[in-house]
C-alpha cells in the first residue's frame, strides 16, 4: 500500500501549484481522501475532504476558494490545487485515504515553500 505526493515546492507569494496524491496497493475508490498540511512547530492541520461516494468536497475555512481537492479515479490519483498562496501556507502537505474506522494510509508528505 502506498500514497506517494508530489508537486511540492517553492513559489511566489500569490502564485499556485499542484500537489498529486497517487494510491496503489488498495481500492482506491472505496477511501474518502483528504489532505492535511503541518506548518514548522505546529500541530496538523486538515485541509480538504473528498468523498468517494458523491465526489462532495469540503475545505478548511482559509482554504475555500483558494484551494480545490479532485481525483482521477482512472489514475488513482487525487490532487490539491492550490491559487492564491500566501507565506502562512507553507507546510508539509500529506494525503490520507480513509475507509470507516479501521482502514487508512498517509503519504510521505510534499513539503511547499511560499516565499519571494
Known amino acids: 500500500v502506498q500514497l506517494v505526493e508530489s508537486g511540492g515546492g517553492l513559489v511566489q507569494p500569490g502564485g499556485s501549484l499542484r500537489l498529486s496524491c497517487a494510491a496503489s496497493?488498495?481500492?482506491?475508490?472505496?477511501?474518502?481522501m483528504k489532505w492535511y498540511r503541518q506548518a514548522p512547530g505546529k500541530t496538523r492541520e486538515w485541509v480538504a475532504t473528498l468523498t468517494n461516494t458523491d465526489g462532495r468536497t469540503v475545505y478548511a475555512d482559509p482554504m475555500k476558494g483558494r484551494f480545490t481537492i479532485s481525483r482521477d479515479k482512472a489514475k488513482d490519483t487525487v490532487y490539491l490545487q492550490m491559487n492564491s498562496l500566501k507565506p502562512g501556507d507553507r507546510a508539509v502537505y500529506c494525503c490520507?485515504?480513509?475507509?470507516?474506522?479501521?482502514?487508512?494510509?498517509w503519504g510521505q508528505g510534499a513539503k511547499v515553500t511560499v516565499s519571494s
Open positions: 490520507h485515504a480513509v475507509r470507516g474506522c479501521r482502514y487508512e494510509y
Open positions: 496497493g488498495f481500492t482506491f475508490s472505496s477511501y474518502v
